[in-house]
């Protein structure tokens, strides 16, 4: 069966991941996308959000905090944000993280126009939370 290299990096790790893949499952801003070997050249925006990488029978996921993937026939590369492998995730930070999050945007709510609040910023530490937490299997209701 045909495969794709899949890269992925963030400027914080560096590359954190790279290997041959029979797929990856990524959310943009375009939605949800199925990438397979010999894909159209495509250049998307990724939203904060577990990728979803298909090896054989087996399916692990990476965190990552947002970034650009572009895609060739041959070679998937993701320029993230932030990426973590479930490994490097710190559950307590993580659900810490979330939890501060949404107190910001509760405040900002209460607010409004007064806050000192950056609402854009808020929902995207709570995204890339929600994301951590995705990826270590902890519901995120």
């Given at each position: 069966?045909?495969?794709?290299?899949?890269?992925?990096?963030?400027?914080?790790?560096?590359?954190?991941f790279?290997?041959?893949?029979?797929?990856?499952?990524?959310?943009?801003?375009?939605?949800?996308?199925?990438i397979?070997?010999?894909?159209?050249?495509?250049?998307?925006?990724?939203?904060?959000?577990?990728?979803?990488?298909?090896?054989?029978?087996?399916?692990?996921?990476?965190a990552?905090?947002?970034?650009?993937?572009?895609?060739?026939?041959?070679?998937?590369?993701?320029?993230?944000?932030?990426?973590?492998?479930?490994?490097?995730?710190?559950?307590?930070?993580?659900?810490?993280?979330?939890?501060?999050?949404?107190?910001?945007?509760?405040?900002?709510?209460?607010?409004?126009?007064?806050?000192?609040?950056?609402?854009?910023?808020?929902?995207?530490?709570?995204?890339?939370?929600?994301?951590?937490?995705?990826?270590?299997?902890?519901?995120?209701?």
């Amino acid at each position: 069966m045909a495969t794709i290299r899949l890269e992925v990096v963030s400027p914080d790790c560096g590359e954190i991941f790279a290997k041959d893949i029979d797929m990856l499952i990524v959310r943009s801003t375009a939605g949800e996308l199925g990438i397979l070997p010999r894909h159209a050249r495509l250049l998307t925006e990724l939203l904060p959000y577990p990728i979803r990488i298909k090896e054989g029978a087996s399916e692990s996921l990476v965190a990552v905090g947002g970034g650009f993937m572009e895609v060739t026939p041959e070679l998937i590369t993701i320029l993230a944000d932030s990426a973590e492998l479930p490994e490097m995730i710190d559950v307590d930070r993580a659900q810490a993280s979330r939890k501060r999050a949404e107190e910001r945007i509760a405040q900002y709510k209460q607010a409004q126009k007064d806050s000192l609040i950056d609402i854009h910023r808020a929902e995207a530490a709570l995204a890339r939370a929600k994301a951590r937490l995705l990826v270590k299997n902890i519901p995120i209701n």
